[in-house]
């Protein structure tokens, strides 16, 4: 076998096809991945194949959306902690253009060859609990699994799961931030991935049904319209307990980058729709919920994920909120910078 080099792009093994099969499943389904998110990789000797950095996993049967990477170099690179390791570019192999995802140290850490990361809605939703890794335990007991608490993802993540996994373990649940499984071959990773969503899913709540009339009236002659009856936005507005967890602050890292920090309610009794400076939505408390009309893609599934995630979240319950630093870090992210760049072109 040849050693992989940047000029000789390697050969796509036979698992890459199954790998994008999956990929488009999971990337098709919002209460799974939202936009550019998620990942997924497959381990093939010294290669790495990995979704490239601002791509979308929905894409994975109608266009490249996988780059190979010198595993060896990147593992190398995060155990004697060079920079390097926060620049999945470095490791990237062949000549496609395309940049290995942010979070590819993520993957590098696993022995497993399959390795799938999804943001999904229902993990989400007990990952910001300030009780977690409890409410985890209950529904999780026939797993071999971990809970790693929020670290921006990156490099520092990645070496926080390393840390937190047995030679055994295949399923993650990163705090503030989503679920990892992995397995040998790509059929048990969606068994998996199956089985532990389904442990952890959790019916939406209750919420009143969407003002439009109220919304139209307040979005008149703004920089904001309304989101179609059924966008899981509006299940912000209320009940009140839901309301004050939607403006308690951020969540979970693509929240920040696509929408920006936390989330904004209007006056409950005088309503004023912010100007065209105004953030990515708007509640209005009881009404519903406002959308700018310039918002891209990937900030309108944002939005509606946070809708999706907190009415799965019991009413008031205690929810953990990303830091200043930590809302500030993911800002002010070059990496993120040209995700969020892809997904608006
Ligand atoms: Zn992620």
Redesign the pocket.
Known sequence: MTAPSANTPPQPPKALSDLATLSARVGADPLLIQAA???TSVKDGAVMWIKASGTRLSDALSRDVFVPTDLPAMREALVRALPEADQPAHFALGDSGLRPSI?TS?HAVFPQAVVV???CVNTIALAIRADAEAALSARLGAFDWAFVPYVK?GARLALSVRDRIGPRTDVIV?GN??LIVAAETVDDAERLLDRVTGALAEPPGAAPAPDLAALAGLAEGSAYAVPPAQSPLHRLAGPPERLDQAVGGSL???HVIFCGVGATALDAVAPRVPGPDGPVFVIAPGRGALIRKDASSGAQALADCLGNVLCRVPPGAELTYLSAAQNAELLDWDAEKYRKALDAG
């Open positions: 998110g998620g990942n979070e993520l990361h999804v943001h993802p990163l931030h989503g979970y890292p693509d």
